[in-house]
C-alpha cells in the first residue's frame, strides 16, 4: 500500500527564516510527485511535479528536491503571505493512477 | 478564464436529506474526482471518472453517488446513508490518467444542521 508522510505537521517561523518541509514515501514505482498549497477554507493550488530521484523545481521562494524516498520543499527567507497549508501527494507505477496525499504541514510565518 | 468551479460554497443538510454539490469545468479534462477533506487528515478518494457515463468507488463511497452524464460536469450527492457527512468537498480534474497534474476547484463546506 502506498503511504506519505509529511513532517512536521505544524511549523512556526518567523520572517526571513529558512526551513525545509519534508515529505516521505512508499511506492512501488513512483510515476510522480506533487506538491499543493492550501490557503485556509480554499481548495489546493498546484506547485509542483517531481518525477525522478535527483531532480528539482523552483518558484520564487520555494524549491521542491526529490530522492528515492523523501522530497524537501525548501522555504528561503519566508514571507508571511507564505503561511499556508502545504500538501504533498505522490503517484504509483502499475494500477490506479489515484495520487495518494499526506496529512499535510501547516506553515505559519511571522511578521 | 479556464478552472474549476464548485458551488455552492457553503451547504446545510438536514438529517434524512439527500444534497448535491456541483462541480463543472471548462478545461476540457477527460478525469474528475471528489475528495473529502476532513480537520488533520489526508484529502480521502470518494469518486473518480476517466470518461462519460463512466466512474469508480474510491476508498470512501459508502453514503455517495455521482453521475457523470457531461464532460465538464461531476455532481456528488450526499445521501442520507452518509451519517458523518459534515466535512470539506474538494473536486479537481486531470487531463487524462497517467502522471497528469489534478486541478482543484474551490471547495464546498457542508454541515448538518
Known amino acids: 500500500e502506498d503511504q506519505v508522510t509529511q513532517s512536521p505537521e505544524a511549523l512556526r517561523l518567523q520572517e526571513g527564516e529558512s526551513s525545509s518541509l519534508n515529505c516521505s514515501y512508499t511506492v512501488s514505482g513512483l510515476r510522480g510527485l506533487f506538491w499543493y498549497r492550501q490557503d485556509p477554507g480554499k481548495g489546493p493550488e498546484f506547485l509542483f511535479t517531481l518525477y525522478s530521484a535527483g531532480e528539482e523545481k523552483e518558484k520564487e521562494r520555494l524549491k521542491a528536491t526529490l530522492t528515492k524516498k523523501e522530497s524537501f520543499l525548501h522555504i528561503t527567507a519566508p514571507k508571511p503571505e507564505d503561511s499556508a497549508t502545504y500538501l504533498c501527494a505522490v503517484q504509483a507505477k502499475g494500477g490506479s493512477y489515484i495520487p495518494t496525499f499526506g496529512r499535510g504541514t501547516s506553515l505559519i510565518v511571522h511578521p | 478564464d479556464g478552472g474549476i468551479t464548485q458551488s455552492p460554497k457553503y451547504l446545510f443538510r438536514k438529517e434524512g436529506q439527500n444534497v448535491t454539490l456541483s462541480c463543472e469545468q471548462n478545461?476540457?479534462?477527460?478525469?474528475m474526482y471528489w475528495y473529502r477533506q476532513d480537520p488533520g487528515q489526508g484529502l480521502r478518494l470518494i469518486y473518480y471518472?476517466?470518461?462519460?457515463?463512466?466512474?469508480q468507488k474510491g476508498d470512501i463511497a459508502e453514503g455517495y453517488s455521482v453521475s457523470r452524464e457531461k464532460k465538464e460536469s461531476f455532481p456528488l450527492t450526499v445521501t442520507s446513508a452518509q451519517k458523518n457527512p459534515t466535512a470539506f468537498y474538494l473536486c479537481?480534474?486531470?487531463?487524462?490518467?497517467?502522471?497528469?497534474?489534478?486541478?482543484f476547484g474551490p471547495g464546498t463546506r457542508l454541515l448538518v444542521l
Open positions: 479537481a480534474s486531470s487531463i487524462t490518467s497517467g502522471v497528469e497534474t489534478q486541478y
Open positions: 478545461l476540457n479534462h477527460d478525469a
Open positions: 471518472s476517466q470518461i462519460v457515463n463512466d466512474f
